[in-house]
């Protein structure tokens, strides 16, 4: 049977280290990172969506990383999760979650 | 000297939800002028306005024996505030006209969306988002969703949605329980504080 999905919003002004460690967290309750997007549903605020699919946390630690014009960089020992928009310090960037 | 009439109005109005006890309002204005003439013809006429106002809305828990936050028509407001001053002649003694006005519930989100209060009403409405936990947070908030996944009463699954305020899946507990742990960690201190101690989950091992 697939799994339920749930939904997490972060606030725009969050760096990379933050929001890695509130995605981290988020894994340990209610289970893997599935999908990162931006929503600007709820104006003013820009938020970062981040779906999480409740099946067992995975045993790594996810990494989010910045990828530069698009560009995914390659992380050694590691694969991509997924890839999405992510405000990221108020700007919106491409992020990479790798474990 | 003449002194022409100075009119101040001053209006609140408040929508309430319904619900008693459900939002406190208090708003006070005060309005005070001087004028200061002297007989010496060479000094001006000298004047002064004063304007005080003080607005205050509580919405408090929407039910106090838990840590449910009031929610949709109490937390949903727009205060406005229009103070105009008319020309007026000698002096620039013109009518003054303070409007205020406190919206709440629909009205406040149904206003035309251009407005920027209409916009400040959706900020106030807010939705619940998520940053890093400090470590100790995370592990209490941890341990209640370990909890709830190993809860089988589905009465007391659906006591502890209520009390968060969301909404069981009548097709399958573990849509309950996905919306209880997302919401476990959306939770603010004095929140996660109010559910460890709640009768369903107190309980919790440690």
């Known amino acids: 049977m697939p799994n339920l999905t749930a939904v997490r919003f972060s606030e725009d002004h969050l760096g990379l280290d933050p929001i890695t460690t509130t995605v981290q967290q988020g894994e340990s309750l209610v289970g893997p990172l599935l999908a990162i997007s931006s929503c600007e549903s709820f104006p003013p605020k820009r938020l970062t969506c981040f779906t999480h699919e409740q099946a067992n946390a995975p045993g790594q630690a996810i990494e989010l990383h910045l990828c530069p014009g698009g560009a995914i960089p390659t992380i050694p020992g590691k694969t991509v999760v997924c890839i999405g928009n992510c405000f990221v310090e108020a700007k919106l960037r491409i992020v990479a979650a790798f474990r | ?206």
């Open chain 2, 1 to 206: 000297m003449r002194l022409r009439t100075t009119t101040a109005l001053a209006g609140a109005f408040t929508v309430l939800c319904g619900c008693s006890n459900a939002l406190y309002f208090y708003e006070t204005e005060k309005i005070s002028m001087s004028l200061e003439g002297r007989p010496d013809s060479s000094q001006p006429v000298q004047g002064s306005l004063g304007l005080k106002q003080r607005v205050a809305v509580v919405a408090p828990p929407k039910d106090p024996d838990t840590m449910s936050r009031a929610r949709s028509d109490a937390v949903s407001m727009i205060s406005t505030f229009r103070f105009r001053k008319d020309k007026g002649g000698f002096a620039d003694l013109g009518p003054v006209t303070i409007q205020t006005a406190l919206v709440t519930g629909s009205a406040a989100t149904g206003l035309d969306r251009p407005k920027t209060q209409q916009v400040a009403a959706v900020q106030v409405t807010g939705v619940r988002t998520v940053g890093p936990d400090t470590p100790d947070i995370h592990a209490r908030k941890k341990r209640l969703t370990d909890c709830v996944i190993d809860i089988s009463d589905n009465t007391k699954l659906n006591a502890i949605a209520k009390k968060l305020g969301i909404t069981p899946n009548i097709d399958d507990p573990n849509g309950t329980k996905t919306g209880i742990k997302t919401r476990i960690g959306e939770l603010k201190l004095p929140e996660l504080e109010g559910l460890e101690k709640s009768d369903e989950l107190n309980s919790c091992p440690q």
